[in-house]
Nanobody, 119 residues
Framework: VQLQASGGGLVEAGGSLTLSCAAS????????MGWYRQAPGEQRELVAS???????NYVDSVKDRFTASRDNAKNTLYLQMHSLKPEDTAVYYC??????????????WGQGTQVTVSS
């Protein structure tokens, strides 16, 4: 399985960005797809995940601002990010695995895409 993320960039605080992640290869079903992020000097954290059936989970800091969605026919994952804050600045990594919510375990990772939010 290969994952290709795109859509990162530089945005002012309060702005919006949408990340995309296309999966190819032997994408298994059911599967969960997710986004982790890692800021400089920080541990990688799970931001959002979404199951094949559409069940989503978010870290508290992004609830009501970020929305994860997926197009199963295209094996593509999205992350709509609104009301961005400087603390959202990080490298965002898409991934694919099994499990839901706190039980999500990524098996495959894409390359990161940088999101920078200026104050």
């Amino acid at each position: 399985v290969q994952l290709q993320a795109s859509g990162g960039g530089l945005v002012e605080a309060g702005g919006s960005l949408t990340l995309s992640c296309a999966a190819s290869g032997n994408v298994f079903t059911p599967s969960t797809m997710g986004w982790y992020r890692q800021a400089p000097g920080e541990q990688r954290e799970l931001v959002a995940s979404i199951s094949s059936g559409g069940t989503t989970n978010y870290v508290d800091s992004v609830k009501d601002r970020f929305t994860a969605s997926r197009d199963n026919a295209k094996n593509t994952l999205y992350l709509q990010m609104h009301s961005l804050k400087p603390e959202d600045t990080a490298v965002y990594y898409c991934n694919l695995g099994r499990g839901v919510g706190a039980y999500y375990v990524p098996n495959y990772w894409g390359q990161g895409t940088q999101v920078t939010v200026s104050s």
